[in-house]
């Protein structure tokens, strides 16, 4: 049955190595089952119907992978679009979860006839590769603000907005060490680094009485508080429209360029031969559907994936098994409650100095092209609003290109997404 469904001889592989490529791929991105609870419940969600939401969605964006096309990538809640959902929509602008639901159900909709019709890789081979890189990097250093926040290392103050916070508190060494304890396990290639470290400062600060500990393992909780809560009439209003160009660009860039990269490493995208990307592509825009009717932000493409390709992961068995895993971690509530923000936050750290390698691939000597790359990634952060990051970005890279005589290098893509942005800041800024 193995073989008629995911073709193993045919890659090259067996189920043996298809299944340990799963659970190396799972301990890699497992994290994501403590995070997103703990950033999703800031908007008020509940944190236990969120955590099942998460498992949820990560094993049905999995296991639609697996056999719809047939490709060993993890899918699951995405990081930056959580808090790009948490942070800018509820929190920045006001909007309830429900609406922000709502906003991600019409982007899945959105990113399926997009990927359906080819407008995705219009969009795609139209974004130029210095905001793509920017828009990576800027996101990682969203998500560092955040951490740094979360855990009282960087405070308010009055008179420079931020500054450095008190060491000397718990949350700030308990953050400071799972971040070291995260970056030494990578560099050793320790599978599951992450998970391992937000795991140890758990158990830790548990034993020296600076956390409550619920337990590991019981039924999982109700999904009730967030199943189908999501409010599509009240995303239809006119200031989501900015929020959903920004979930679909970050989704189109974040899922497809992962896939791609992963896909390579695996050997499935080869010249000259047919392969299953567009597959791929329609099946994590649904998985996106799926997640906001379950009750979480938007669902994508795992880079982590790729250390499941270098176990030797080669087919849809790898996410099968991925999928069956994040099932089970359906089971483990009691554990993800008891996680604290100080342990999450140097996940969100760790993550974002990985997503900064992005900003090698800028062409920093080119002006107009490294100038729009820098505000994308500044502002970010600056502004606490991955949107206003990416309008800036594109609305500066269209005036630079036009101002230096270099119109012909906008493509139409570039050129649309700019004009919305400005749209937006003209008629509907708040």
Same mark, same amino acid.
């Given at each position: 049955m193995l073989e008629r469904l995911f073709r193993l001889r045919e890659h090259d592989t067996t189920a043996r190595t298809e299944v340990l490529a799963g659970v190396t791929t799972f301990l890699t991105m497992a994290y994501i089952i403590f995070v997103n609870p703990e950033i999703l419940s800031s908007t008020g969600m509940d944190r236990d119907a969120?955590?099942?939401?998460t498992c949820l969605a990560a094993a049905l964006g999995s296991l639609i992978m697996a056999f719809v096309a047939n490709w060993p990538i993890g899918m699951a809640p995405g990081m930056g679009l959580n808090a790009f959902f948490a942070f800018t929509v509820v929190a920045g602008m006001g909007y309830s979860w429900q609406e922000a639901l709502g906003a991600v159900f019409i982007s899945g909709v959105i990113f399926v006839f997009i990927t359906v019709t080819g407008i995705r890789s219009w969009l795609i081979q139209g974004i130029p590769g210095s905001l793509r890189s920017a828009i990576t990097s800027g996101i990682g250093l969203f998500l560092a603000i955040i951490a740094l926040i979360t855990s009282g290392i960087v405070v308010d103050h009055p008179a420079t907005l931020i500054t450095l916070g008190d060491l000397t508190r718990p949350a700030a060494l308990y953050t400071v060490l799972g971040f070291f304890v995260m970056a030494a396990l990578d560099a050793l290639r320790v599978r599951g680094a992450i998970l391992i470290g937000i795991l140890t400062v758990t158990l830790l600060s548990t034993a020296l009485g600076h956390n409550d500990f619920s337990g590991v393992v019981a039924m999982p909780p109700s999904l009730a508080p967030t199943f189908l809560q999501l409010d599509i009439l009240g995303a239809l209003h006119t200031g989501f429209v900015h929020v959903i160009l920004v979930l679909v660009l970050v989704e189109v860039f974040d899922a497809t360029g992962t896939m791609i990269g992963v896909a390579k490493r695996a050997g499935l995208i080869a010249e000259g031969r047919p392969n299953r990307l567009n597959r791929a592509l329609f099946a994590d825009s649904t998985a996106i559907v799926a997640g906001s009717l379950v009750g979480t932000s938007s669902t994508t493409a795992y880079a982590e994936s790729a250390a499941g390709v270098q !176990? %030797?992961?080669?087919?849809?068995?790898?996410?099968?098994?991925?999928?069956l895993l994040f099932l089970l971690a359906l089971f483990f509530s009691p554990l993800a409650g008891s996680v604290p923000g100080?342990?999450?936050?140097?996940?969100?750290?760790?993550? !974002? %100095?990985?997503m900064l390698r992005e900003i090698t691939e800028i062409d920093w000597s080119e002006i107009s092209e490294a100038t729009p790359a820098a505000l994308t990634a500044l502002i970010m952060p600056f502004t606490y609003s991955i949107a206003n990051g990416l309008a800036f970005g594109f609305i500066s890279y269209v005036v630079l290109k036009v101002a230096t005589g270099r119109w012909r290098q906008i493509h139409p893509a570039t050129f649309v997404v700019a004009v919305l942005f400005a749209i937006r800041y003209a008629f509907f800024s708040e």
């Open positions: 969120v955590f099942v939401a !176990a %030797g992961g080669r087919t849809g068995l790898t996410s099968l098994t991925i999928g100080y342990a999450t936050a140097p996940a969100l750290l760790y993550v !974002a %100095g990985l």
